[in-house]
T-cell receptor
């Protein structure tokens, strides 16, 4: 059983650029969620994907978008980067059954916007 | 809306001391409750969970009981070790399983 893997682990971007972060979900999981964790804060929900469709979104602007692929891996895209987008981005996978279950988190991607 | 409030940190304890990290929640439905731990430079790891009132989650000597009457899920450990030094997050997930709501985290440092 493989865990949740994210890539890259770190990257630096310039304000105004676009970035794509990737996540491979844990084997057997069909749901992927993305979270933003600013320094010293708890993770904040960005959105969730289930069966390749967005299934819930937090309070993030449309320049945050995502995809889920048939193998349940996922991408997070952020356009027009701002300095405040600097954070740790966490991907979490789970098996959706109706009653909530725990989510398994990846190591995260540390994004720095300069 | 749903939210989680955690005890402010940081917390510094001597090895073998008793640990309590307070967590209270607000939810519209019947959430599941979780404690996650984050070690420096790493992602979140599930520590324990409880899915209904009066359930007790436990793992690695840590315990937390789901108290519906006080809307609380306090984390306890009887004797902490240096290796327990980390940031601890309380979280809830509604029955739809749509998203997790996290507290701001409590940093724990255990000194020998």
């Amino acid at each position: 059983e493989t865990g949740v893997t994210q890539s890259p682990t770190h990257l630096i971007k310039t304000r105004g650029q676009q970035v794509t972060l990737r996540c491979s979900s844990q084997s057997g999981h069909n749901t992927v969620s993305w979270y933003q964790q600013a320094l010293g804060q708890g993770p904040q929900f960005i959105f969730q994907y289930y069966r390749e469709e967005e299934n819930g979104r937090g309070n993030f602007p449309p320049r945050f978008s995502g995809l889920q692929f048939p193998n349940y891996s996922s991408e997070l895209n952020v356009n027009a980067l701002e300095l405040d987008d600097s954070a740790l981005y966490l991907c979490a996978s789970s098996w959706r059954q109706g009653r909530s279950t725990e989510a398994f988190f990846g190591q995260g991607t540390r994004l720095t916007v300069v | 809306g749903d939210s989680v409030t955690q005890m402010e940190g940081p917390v510094t304890l001597s090895e073998e001391a008793f640990l309590t990290i307070n967590c209270t929640y607000t939810a519209t439905g019947y959430p599941s409750l979780f404690w996650y731990v984050q070690y420096p430079g790493e992602g979140l790891q599930l520590l324990l969970k409880a899915t209904k009132a009066d359930d007790k989650g436990s793992n690695k000597g840590f315990e937390a009981t789901y108290r519906k009457e006080t809307t609380s899920f306090h984390l306890e450990k009887g004797s902490v070790q240096v290796s327990d030094s980390a940031v601890y997050f309380c979280a809830l997930s509604e029955s739809t399983g749509n998203q997790f709501y996290f507290g701001t985290g409590t940093s724990l440092t255990v000194i020998p």
